[in-house]
């Protein structure tokens, strides 16, 4: 057996479900229903596939990070001086903001962050449904503060805190926070960014600080009169989380191959997600989509649901072993690690799928 | 202050033009602030002022993998959305820096030389097809700039090889924005 190492990552692991179980349990004290079993699962779940892909694609980011820090890296800055890693900090923010609204508004992009957006549901599960394919770009973002010199540890320290940070915010159960709501991204204004009204398309990119999103005219504020409706106007209905990492691709890919020219092929990965051949860019307005009245929910047995929480938790002991032995690990048990949790996530979704199916057919 | 800071600061002068005018097209704007930049960085360093030696070849290396090919497809392709719109050319202008950066990480050094050079050479190409004057004499201007750089060719102990790089580099700007303002007009 490898040799097993108490990583950052598999710290976190019970935190963040702590996190989950508090908040459900406040929400059932306060008798009100924000987590759904099969999106709440699901959404781990695709945190998980994140996690067993992200392992990698961390590596690549830094190693890039490294290299290019070490190669053009411009000023010396001092690890014991705070100053350092509150200027990393803002900067790294202000980074984030970019690539969160390229994540948006560039189809190609949109097609990995678009899995973050696809739960129905807004709480702190929904915070772990982070994007399997999102590493190939993320990275380019942040080669500034290489250039600047800012040191690689530095880098993934404050890295972390901007993407803990942003899980809190990631709840319905905290209404808004007066003047924070200047300043810092809250639950409040982070729900406007994962609504579907009208009003909530492409606003709020920040990750710690909103002051990006009030400079650079995306700031909306919550309309307490308007609920806000989660998830994504084309709704994904599935629980799989291979297909809700990867959809998007297929439906880029199909409709580029739609297009009779090369011009338009390379709009459809380029242009923003909502664009269409005949020139028009802006978002379908909300009405334009078939009402739902709830969230889209299993119709499978009961036996099926709890089977699948069962292989969720066998997947989650699977990445905590994966995360914490790979360093001695043969690439081919990592790669034997992957693929295992990959399969097990297509079955969960497959079987709880099978029940919706005259639904879906509809 | 040697003469890499005067040649410089003609390409400087030169990009700065470019950028301040709103008839260009924003991918030639886009592309001449990537070059401006490096000419800034160099006229600091050269003149001693606030010299900064790897942020200068970071961005000069950014100029040779995505403002050169963007510069390119800004005047062959010059109805393309890359050239007419901010948008697209920021995101081509990303993709090819991020090419750039693997590259670099890499240490396939030759990259920036030869993406600069097909960049330049399509240029070329393009303008005697389109029997194109001005754009065949802006093109060839910055393919000198690029040979006798890469050849290191200097007269000392007046000129150096970057004098000919930015030099010859200024005059294909210079060339290349008028050739692309009439086509705009």
Same mark, same amino acid.
Not at chain 1, 285 to 300: G, K, N, Q, T
């Given at each position: ?11 976190? @692991?019970?935190? /963040? +479900?702590? %996190? ?7 929400? !059932?004290?306060? =008798? #009100? ?123 993934? @320290?404050?890295? /972390? +805190?901007? %993407? ?7 709840? !319905?159960?905290? =209404? #808004? ?186 | ?185």
């Amino acid at each position: 057996m490898p040799e097993f190492v108490l990583s950052p990552n598999i710290l976190v @692991v019970p935190i /963040l +479900i702590a %996190l989950v179980v508090v908040e459900l349990g406040i929400s !059932r004290a306060m =008798g #009100r229903s924000v987590y759904s079993f099969q999106d709440s699962i699901t959404s781990i779940n695709i945190g998980i596939l994140s996690q067993f892909v992200n392992a990698t694609g961390a590596v690549i980011s830094a190693f890039m990070y490294a290299v290019i820090e070490m190669k053009y890296g411009t000023f010396e800055w001092d690890l014991a001086n705070p100053f350092t890693w509150i200027f990393a900090l803002l900067l790294y923010d202000f980074m984030y903001y970019w690539v969160h609204r390229t994540g948006h508004q560039v189809n190609i992009f949109w097609a990995s962050h678009v899995t973050h957006h696809s739960s129905e549901e807004f709480n702190f599960s929904t915070a772990l449904r982070q994007a399997s394919t999102g590493f190939y770009f993320k990275w380019v973002f942040y080669m500034p503060l290489a250039v600047l010199g800012i040191p690689v540890q530095v880098f993934i @320290v404050v890295g /972390l +805190i901007d %993407l803990l940070y942003q899980v809190w915010v990631h709840t !319905r159960l905290v =209404g #808004r926070l007066g003047w924070i709501e200047y300043v810092l991204v809250t639950p409040s204004n982070h729900r406007v960014h994962h609504g579907k009204n009208d009003y909530c398309i492409d606003k709020n990119y920040g990750g710690i600080f909103c002051t990006w999103d009030r400079i650079f005219g995306s700031y909306a504020d919550e309309r307490l009169e308007e609920p806000i409706v989660y998830g994504l106007k084309k709704r994904l209905h599935s629980w799989n989380p291979v297909w809700s990492n990867l959809h998007y691709w297929a439906a880029m890919f199909k409709k580029a191959g739609e297009q009779e020219n090369w011009r338009n092929k390379l709009m459809c990965f380029f242009a923003e997600p909502a664009w269409s051949p005949d020139g028009n860019s802006s978002p379908k307005p909300l009405s334009e989509f078939p009402v739902a009245d709830e969230v889209f929910v299993s119709r499978a047995p009961l036996a099926i649901k709890l089977s699948g929480l069962a292989m969720t938790l066998f997947s989650a002991g699977l990445l905590v072993l994966y995360l914490g032995s790979k360093q001695a690990m043969s690439a081919e048990l990592q790669i034997f690690c992957a693929t295992t949790a990959v399969c097990t996530f297509a079955l969960i979704g497959y079987f709880w799928t099978q029940g919706n199916k005259k639904e879906l057919q509809q | 202050m040697n003469s890499l800071a005067i040649s410089d600061s003609l390409l400087l002068l030169v990009t700065i033009m470019i950028v301040a005018s709103a008839k260009h097209s924003p991918s030639l704007r886009f592309s001449a602030a990537v070059f401006g930049a490096a000419a800034l960085l160099g006229v600091l360093r050269f003149t001693g002022l606030l010299p900064l030696p790897q942020m200068h070849s970071f961005f000069s290396g950014l100029g040779a993998t995505a403002a050169y090919p963007l510069l390119a497809a800004t005047l062959i392709w010059s109805g393309s959305v890359v050239a007419q719109h901010w948008r697209f050319a920021s995101i081509f202008f990303v993709i090819a820096g991020a090419f750039g950066l693997v590259a670099s990480a890499l240490e396939f050094t030759f990259w920036g030389n030869l993406v600069a050079l097909v960049s330049v050479a399509a240029l070329v190409v393009h303008a005697v097809i389109a029997k194109d004057v001005q754009a065949l004499l802006g093109g060839s201007a910055l393919l000198a700039a690029l040979i006798l750089f890469a050849s290191k060719v200097a007269l000392p102990p007046y000129l150096q090889p970057g004098d000919f790089l930015h030099v010859f580099m200024a005059l294909g700007l210079i060339l290349l924005s008028r050739r692309a303002r009439l086509a705009a007009v």
